[in-house]
């Protein structure tokens, strides 16, 4: 990945187009069901609502739209929003009364096992269905976009700081 891009994602027009896109799917309802819909990468770049991402990303600086697919499906299913919260917290967190995360240690161990983006789609689907499509956004775009070691570790340390807590 290109330093040009590693500084794209990281500045906050990143988080600013992201969460204008995201507001915009509130709109258009058929594009956000399309996108929450959507098992691999063809159904979401067939979808006009995700080329206005990509073009609104490609604004920014240049973006691997071979990893864009995914942000976006995972994006347009999040309903409500964490603050900035990594998902890893938000896997942790138990519900309302109870004592247990709201992903298992098992499911998240194989979440974090996988390698290749494209086999992170139905699994993210089940964990963003498990904690009720609650997430930042923003943090989520850049993991998923960023997917790899760092990001696994920091999850884990999130995931197990968070469950140990509740404990």
């Not at 943090?139 to 509740?166: N, Q």
Request: hydrophobic share 40%.
């Amino acid at each position: 990945m290109s330093k040009q891009t590693q500084e794209a994602l990281n500045h906050d027009g990143f988080g600013a187009t992201l969460l204008a896109w995201w507001d915009d799917l509130e709109h258009d309802t058929g594009g956000r069901a399309r996108l929450r819909r959507a098992r691999q990468v063809i159904d979401v770049v067939a979808c006009p609502a995700y080329h206005r991402l990509l073009w609104d990303m490609q604004g920014l600086g240049r973006i691997d739209s071979r990893r864009l697919p995914l942000v976006a499906m995972a994006v347009s299913r999040v309903r409500r929003l964490t603050g900035h919260q990594s998902l890893g917290k938000t896997m942790a967190r138990p519900r309302e009364g109870g004592g247990n995360p709201r992903v298992s240690g098992l499911r998240f161990r194989r979440l974090i096992q996988i390698d290749d983006r494209q086999e992170l789609w139905a699994p993210m689907r089940r964990v963003l269905a498990l904690v009720d499509d609650t997430a930042d956004p923003v943090s989520l775009a850049r993991d998923l976009y960023f997917w790899g070691p760092a990001v696994k570790i920091r999850w884990a340390e999130d995931y197990y700081s968070t469950a140990k807590k509740a404990e």
